[in-house]
């Protein structure tokens, strides 16, 4: 892959940039920082900001709610405790691993169904189509688990759930945050976004094994009612990034064109 003419131009090294976009098939106002509106290079220094100052804030506020609905879906938290939870629900070992390979290969597939569609339907259709899945299967889970019912209703649960993640959560979240941020604070914007997934994901890892002590559905209950909210939350406060500049500041300079 070319190296991306948008961070070339940033370290001052236009020629490569334009030759790079001419190898992606990018028009100049595609990559160039300006958008097209000056024949002039910029200085790199004139294209790096602070990411935290009051001109970012939304987008700020925007990639810390993507990052921890990500998390808040128990997503990872069911990757490394699946085991764990299919135990409790009384399916034997031998099942447990069969439905944790079943799973994983079928994450890869969705992944990709879902990099096929985020272009196509936008990405605030799948956080909302994937939310509502992925909380009708998570409580489902939590008033299945105390009763022990057959192995292949919560395979099929677990799948539904993974699926519904992957198609819509798990694809979606690295797209949105590369589109959130102008040029100028995209890397550090993107890195913040990153940093916070992850410190979420690390906190709920360590909590979940104390709240499923206590009660083996609780947790469930707890990821489901964050799923709904997302839902609200996306619907009326996200913008849809589909086939939009790179930012929200651009975002809205063409919506206004």
Same mark, same amino acid.
């Given at each position: 892959?070319?190296?991306?003419?948008r961070w070339?131009a940033? @370290?001052?090294e236009?020629?490569?940039a334009?030759a790079?976009?001419e190898? /992606?098939?990018l028009?100049?106002?595609d990559w160039?920082?300006?958008d097209?509106? %000056?024949?002039?290079p910029?200085s790199?220094?004139?294209?790096?900001?602070?990411?935290?100052s009051? @001109?970012?804030?939304r987008?700020?506020?925007l990639?810390? !709610?993507?990052?921890l609905?990500?998390q808040? !879906?128990?997503?990872?938290?069911l990757l490394?405790?699946?085991l764990d939870?299919?135990?409790s629900?009384?399916?034997? %070992? /031998?099942?447990? %691993?069969?439905c944790?390979?079943?799973i994983?290969?079928?994450?890869?597939?969705t992944?990709?169904?879902?990099?096929? =569609?985020?272009?196509k339907?936008?990405?605030?259709p799948? /956080?909302?189509?994937?939310?509502?899945?992925m909380?009708?299967?998570l409580?489902?889970?939590g008033? !299945?688990i105390p009763?022990?019912f057959a192995?292949v209703?919560?395979?099929?649960l677990?799948?539904g759930?993974?699926?519904?993640?992957?198609? !819509?959560q798990?694809t979606?979240i690295w797209v949105?945050?590369s589109?959130?941020?102008?040029?100028?604070?995209?890397g550090?914007?993107?890195?913040?976004?990153?940093s916070?997934?992850?410190?979420?994901?690390?906190?709920?890892i360590?909590v979940?094994?104390i709240v499923?002590?206590?009660s083996s559905g609780?947790?469930?209950?707890?990821?489901?009612?964050m799923?709904?909210?997302?839902?609200?939350?996306?619907?009326l406060? =996200?913008p849809?990034t589909?086939?939009?500049?790179?930012?929200?500041t651009?975002?809205? @300079?063409?919506d206004?064109?």
């Amino acid at each position: 892959m070319p190296e991306e003419p948008r961070w070339l131009a940033a @370290k001052g090294e236009w020629q490569r940039a334009g030759a790079n976009a001419e190898l /992606l098939g990018l028009s100049y106002a595609d990559w160039h920082p300006d958008d097209g509106k %000056h024949d002039a290079p910029q200085s790199p220094a004139t294209l790096a900001e602070r990411l935290f100052s009051p @001109k970012y804030a939304r987008p700020i506020l925007l990639a810390t !709610s993507v990052a921890l609905f990500n998390q808040l !879906s128990g997503a990872n938290v069911l990757l490394f405790y699946l085991l764990d939870v299919l135990s409790s629900a009384g399916v034997d %070992h /031998l099942s447990s %691993h069969t439905c944790t390979v079943v799973i994983s290969c079928l994450n890869i597939g969705t992944t990709l169904l879902g990099m096929l =569609y985020v272009d196509k339907v936008g990405r605030k259709p799948l /956080l909302v189509w994937g939310a509502a899945g992925m909380s009708v299967c998570l409580f489902a889970l939590g008033l !299945s688990i105390p009763h022990h019912f057959a192995s292949v209703w919560y395979l099929l649960l677990l799948i539904g759930y993974n699926t519904f993640f992957a198609f !819509s959560q798990g694809t979606v979240i690295w797209v949105y945050l590369s589109e959130l941020f102008p040029f100028a604070v995209r890397g550090a914007g993107q890195g913040y976004g990153t940093s916070v997934l992850w410190v979420a994901t690390a906190v709920l890892i360590g909590v979940f094994p104390i709240v499923q002590n206590g009660s083996s559905g609780r947790s469930f209950y707890f990821f489901a009612t964050m799923m709904i909210l997302q839902i609200a939350v996306v619907l009326l406060w =996200y913008p849809e990034t589909k086939g939009a500049g790179l930012g929200l500041t651009s975002n809205s @300079k063409r919506d206004a064109e």
